[in-house]
């Protein structure tokens, strides 16, 4: 509402219109300055999920980005509703209406404009940021549009820039992680070497579950008979907590386990390590091969003597005995 009209229809010899729209972008510019310098230097380092790995870093990033853009906006309002209670409140003893108001070219123009430019920047910085750090640690699908640059190969070596393959399996109500790259060891740990590459194929044996590696900045749902694919590079040395994120069952809350960023040099002993150690107990010959997805189903089985691997396969651990071991 135009102040113009209020001042004239309260009667009176007002004096000259102060410039309430320059008052109103002073005042608000020179707030959303400060809170956007507060924003990026104060608090854009300690904003979730931090910079473990190459998508929180860039997750990191788009918090920030969002909360500078979204500052100048509250701001606005904010200062808006104060000015307008201060500077056009109903003087005591003015009972009177305030003036129609029929259209305003120019508040109509600022508002088309200042909203269209808002949404096309969200837009293009959401495509951008999705892009960049190939589905921004999110699952792509069986087959990824955007992909990391990284060797894939059979094996996997420190410093040879080969893309560590690490298959998630969710089950009521654990997670673990299979290694196709070391004879197909399964491990309750996720193991990760750090400044590699990483493609995660994530499956289900049962229900709709959802890897959500939070400090990677890792999260894709893990749908059985589908092999949905994510990536990230971890960034910094240490450990991690793996949840479900999708409710799956009574014991939902209690799905999570643990990880660990290592050395790449680490993390090639601790993996070689595990395939000796389950090959030398068996436990590589009672996996089932290696594949993209499992059918747990026990039904084909019925009345077959089938192997229970209590604490690999999880409580259901039934599996089909391996028509062609592993054997690496
Ligand atoms: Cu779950």
Not at 17 to 35: D, K, N, Q, T
Not at 288 to 300: R, S
Request: glycine letters at 8%; hydrophobic letters at 45%; proline letters at 8%.
């Amino acid at each position: 509402m135009s102040s113009t009209e209020i001042t004239a229809s309260a009667g009176g010899n007002a004096p000259a219109e102060p410039r309430h729209g320059l008052r109103l972008f002073v005042i608000s510019f020179v707030l959303a300055l400060a809170a956007d310098l507060v924003i990026w230097f104060a608090w854009y380092p300690h904003m979730p999920p931090g910079r473990m790995s190459d998508s929180a870093k860039h997750q990191q990033f788009d918090i920030a980005v969002l909360a500078i853009s979204a500052a100048p906006v509250i701001i606005f309002v904010l200062v808006y509703f104060i000015y307008a209670i201060v500077v056009w409140r109903a003087r005591p003893g003015d009972d009177s209406d305030g003036t129609p108001i029929y259209g305003n070219v120019k508040v109509q123009a600022t508002w088309i404009i200042a909203t269209s430019a808002i949404v096309l920047w969200l837009f293009v910085f959401g495509t951008v940021e999705l892009v960049i750090p190939y589905g921004a640690g999110a699952g792509e699908g069986p087959s990824p549009i955007w992909k990391p640059a990284g060797t894939q190969s059979a094996t996997w070596t420190p410093g040879a820039n080969d893309m560590l393959q690490v298959q998630v399996i969710g089950q009521q109500w654990t997670f673990t992680y299979r290694y196709p790259q070391f004879g197909g060891m399964e491990s309750t740990e996720l193991m990760l070497p750090v400044d590699t590459p990483v493609t995660f194929h994530v499956t289900s044996l049962d229900v709709i579950h959802s890897f959500w590696a939070y400090l990677l900045g890792v999260k894709a749902d893990a749908n059985p008979q589908v092999d949905n694919v994510a990536y990230t590079t971890a960034k910094q040395l240490g450990g991690f907590t793996v949840r479900c994120n999708e409710l799956c069952g009574i014991w939902h809350g209690a799905m999570f386990n643990s990880g660990t960023v290592l050395s790449q040099t680490a993390f090639q002993s601790w993996a070689s390590g595990v395939q000796a150690k389950e090959q030398a107990d068996g436990v590589l010959a009672a996996l089932p091969p290696y594949a993209l997805t499992y059918d747990p189903t026990v039904i084909p089985q019925l009345g077959k003597n089938l192997p229970t691997i209590d604490g690999i396969t999880g409580a259901a651990g039934y599996y089909y005995e391996p028509s062609n071991p592993v054997t690496p």
